[in-house]
């Protein structure tokens, strides 16, 4: 398990403010462009988003588990998915005005949609197969306890577990995409071509129409030939 707290590198006793600080800190090395990957990179925004939540940070610090933002809070999970992807725009060494923030916050999202519904035909599938083997698997002696019955168990538990884990954030990075709908990300404030470079260009474009009319009109070299002429020694 994660120690959330050696990811931040910060003591368990430490104030929002450290916390944030930390977070700060490290962004700029743990970001796959700074030298990280996105593995660490992720863990780094798990760990700031539990621990500078107080409620997700006492149940953190009791049970050791990351709790998932319940259905009800379904935009509050929704936007920390938002703010996970900003994330990896902000820290990123790329200019922004060059990007199309939108659509590639949408398209990580998507990704990660399709990705989790995978998981779970994975897990159901799993889960199929592990019924049929426990209609199959039987103790050869009695009284001595059912162990491999119980691994089966366990099994069965972290199947479910998952398929429902995977479900719920299905549900919550869906709603981000529906929040997204609502905003977008150009850039408005790009300065627009000055009267003289647009008069430039169309003079620009006047001249290359009457250049192709001259060419298309010009005549051949026999009728541009005067017809009094004489014929030279080169024809």
């Known amino acids: 398990m994660i120690d959330l707290y050696r990811v931040l590198g910060i003591k ?7 916390i944030h600080k930390a977070y ?15 593995e660490a990179f992720n863990q780094l925004v798990v760990a700031y988003s539990v621990l500078s939540d107080e409620g997700r940070r006492a149940h953190y610090d009791k049970t050791g588990e990351v709790e998932t933002p319940q259905p009800e809070n379904l935009d509050g999970g929704a936007i920390e998915i938002i703010a996970e992807k900003l994330g990896l ?10 990007l199309d923030v939108g659509a590639l916050i949408e398209q990580a999202i998507q ?8 998981s779970v035909a994975h897990q159901q599938r799993a889960g199929e197969r ?26 069965e538990v972290a199947i479910q577990g998952q398929i429902k884990k995977n479900e719920a954030m299905i549900v919550h990075l869906e709603r981000a995409l529906e929040i997204l709908e609502d905003y977008s990300f150009v850039d408005e ?8 470079v647009v008069e430039a260009l169309n003079d620009i474009l006047v001249s290359l129409d009457e250049l192709a009319a001259i060419l298309n009109t010009s005549p051949s070299r026999a009728e541009a030939m005067p017809k009094e002429a004489e014929p030279t020694a080169f024809g």
């Open 12 to 18: 368990r006793t430490a104030p929002r403010k450290d």
């Open 24 to 38: 700060r800190k490290k962004a700029k090395t743990a970001h796959p462009d700074g030298g990280g990957t996105v």
């Open 189 to 196: 404030t790009a300065a627009e071509p000055s009267e003289e």
């Open 89 to 98: 725009v902000i820290h990123a060494e790329h200019d922004l005005a060059s």
């Open 111 to 118: 990704d990660d949609v399709a990705a989790r519904k995978a």
């Open 130 to 155: 592990l019924s049929r083997l426990r209609a199959r698997t039987k103790p050869k002696a009695e009284g001595e306890g059912d162990l491999v019955g119980r691994v089966l168990d366990w099994h």
